[in-house]
Every structure is written in C-alpha cells, then in structure tokens.
C-alpha cells in the first residue's frame, strides 16, 4: 500500500499560505539580522528561495482539470452504457428465438442474468466484450432470425467506447490523485520552512520579544486529510432488468 501524503498544519491551505507570505516578506526586512548570526544557513539568496517555495506551489497541477476529465469520461461511460442497453433490447429478441431450447446459450449472452453481470463498471465492460465475441461466434444463427449485419459492428463500437471511457475515467483519477500529492509536498515544504524561520527568530530576537512575536505559526484544529483514495464524481448503479 502506498504512503499516505497529509499535510503537517492543521490550519486552511488558503490561511497558511497567506501567513507564509507575511512571514516571508518579514524576514525579507529582517534578513541581515539572521544572516549576521547564521551566514552559512542565510545566504544572499536565501529570500530568493522562498519566493521559489511559493511560485512551487502556485505551479502545481490543479485539481479542477483532473476531474472534469474523469466527468467527462464517467458521462461518456454511462451514455455508452444506456446505449448498449437500448440496442441489447432489440438483439436480446433474436436471441431468444435463435436459442429458444439452449438456456445455458442465453444466459452466456445476458438473457436473465446481465443484472448480476453489471454490478460494477469493470464488470459490465468484461461482460460486454464477452457478449461481442458472442454474437460473432452465433453471427449466422442471429442473421436466420432476422437480425441486421450492422447490428453487430454496433455492438462492437459501443464495446470501444466503453472501454476508451473506463481508461479515460482512471487516468483522470490518477492525475487527481497525483496533483494533489505534488501541491500537498509544495505545502508541506513551505509549513517547514515556516516552522524553520520561527525557531532561528526566537534565537536571533532573544533579547527583542516584539520583533521574535512576529515570526508565530498559525494555529488550527482543521483534521488532516490524506490523498490516498479519491472517489469518483459519478456513482454507478447496476442494471436492473
């Protein structure tokens, strides 16, 4: 199982970046201060890097492109599968006729059991390549009873739609997964040096407790949240028959 990235504050993203940029910019008036205790730890260009802390975090990949993909591809799924429905109707027909004394025959393609076939998408999508390859199988039988050539090669585009939607939709949720991990580690990364500033003040401001009060960390109860699972934006249901 993969680590859990949380964030180490407990205070609003929007809150602790906004505090960070007030800390930031006191140090930036306060710098030869730290840098004439701790030249090594506070370079010239020590500013420089927080101002890269932030610019990291406003560079990272948001969230709201991610999931409108997976939305897009979570509606194109279900419209593939109200498809698929609606033509399995008019096929289900010759079917019935076609294999009128093999009971076992229509249950392979659906007749009586596509409910238990389709309690989740993958299942679904498994069930509808299988049913693809079934009436390819049983083609001339299902032409004798009247079914149309087209009918098939239906079946077949509505089969690559799903499946081109189902990887649309994970890919869409791994990158939402992912770019949360990337701004929740540009977060953190600024928290720390939040936390780093306002230890060396304590030092460097020792004898001046108004200049050392100016380098606090904002306080929070907001429960930390880990981006190990994220939940799709469309429930699926099972099709009833």
């Given at each position: 199982?993969?680590?859990?990235?949380?964030?180490?504050?407990?205070?609003?993203?929007?809150?602790?970046?906004?505090?960070?940029?007030?800390?930031?910019?006191?140090?930036?008036?306060?710098?030869?201060?730290?840098?004439?205790?701790?030249?090594?730890?506070?370079?010239?260009?020590?500013?420089?890097?927080?101002?890269?802390?932030?610019?990291?975090?406003?560079?990272?990949?948001?969230?709201?492109?991610?999931?409108?993909?997976?939305?897009?591809?979570?509606?194109?799924?279900?419209?593939?599968?109200?498809?698929?429905?609606?033509?399995?109707?008019?096929?289900?027909?010759?079917?019935?006729?076609?294999?009128?004394?093999?009971?076992e025959?229509?249950?392979?393609?659906?007749?009586?059991?596509?409910?238990?076939?389709?309690?989740?998408?993958?299942?679904?999508?498994?069930?509808?390549?299988?049913?693809?390859?079934?009436?390819?199988?049983?083609?001339?039988s299902?032409?004798?009873?009247?079914?149309?050539?087209?009918?098939?090669?239906?079946?077949?585009?509505?089969r690559?739609?799903?499946?081109?939607?189902?990887?649309?939709?994970?890919?869409?949720?791994?990158?939402?997964?992912?770019?949360?991990?990337?701004?929740?580690?540009?977060?953190?990364?600024?928290w720390?040096?939040?936390a780093?500033?306002?230890?060396?003040?304590?030092?460097?401001?020792?004898?001046?407790?108004?200049?050392?009060?100016?380098?606090?960390?904002?306080?929070?109860?907001?429960?930390?949240?880990?981006?190990?699972?994220?939940?799709?934006?469309?429930?699926?249901?099972?099709?009833a028959?």
């Amino acid at each position: 199982m993969a680590e859990k990235t949380v964030r180490l504050y407990t205070v609003s993203d929007l809150h602790m970046i906004q505090k960070a940029k007030e800390l930031f910019v006191q140090f930036n008036h306060d710098q030869e201060s730290f840098r004439s205790l701790f030249p090594k730890q506070f370079p010239l260009n020590y500013y420089d890097s927080l101002v890269e802390l932030i610019d990291s975090w406003h560079d990272a990949p948001s969230d709201s492109l991610a999931e409108i993909t997976q939305m897009q591809a979570t509606e194109e799924l279900n419209a593939s599968r109200t498809l698929f429905m609606k033509k399995y109707r008019v096929i289900r027909v010759f079917i019935e006729e076609a294999f009128a004394d093999s009971p076992e025959k229509k249950a392979q393609m659906g007749i009586g059991t596509i409910s238990k076939k389709s309690r989740s998408r993958d299942q679904f999508i498994q069930f509808v390549r299988l049913f693809c390859e079934l009436i390819r199988e049983n083609e001339q039988s299902l032409l004798a009873e009247g079914c149309s050539e087209s009918m098939f090669s239906t079946f077949e585009e509505i089969r690559d739609s799903l499946v081109a939607a189902r990887e649309k939709q994970g890919l869409g949720k791994i990158k939402r997964q992912d770019g949360k991990v990337v701004r929740i580690t540009a977060l953190n990364a600024i928290w720390k040096t939040m936390a780093y500033l306002c230890r060396t003040a304590r030092v460097v401001f020792q004898n001046d407790p108004t200049r050392a009060a100016r380098y606090t960390l904002p306080a929070g109860k907001r429960r930390k949240r880990s981006v190990s699972a994220v939940p799709e934006t469309v429930e699926y249901t099972a099709i009833a028959e």
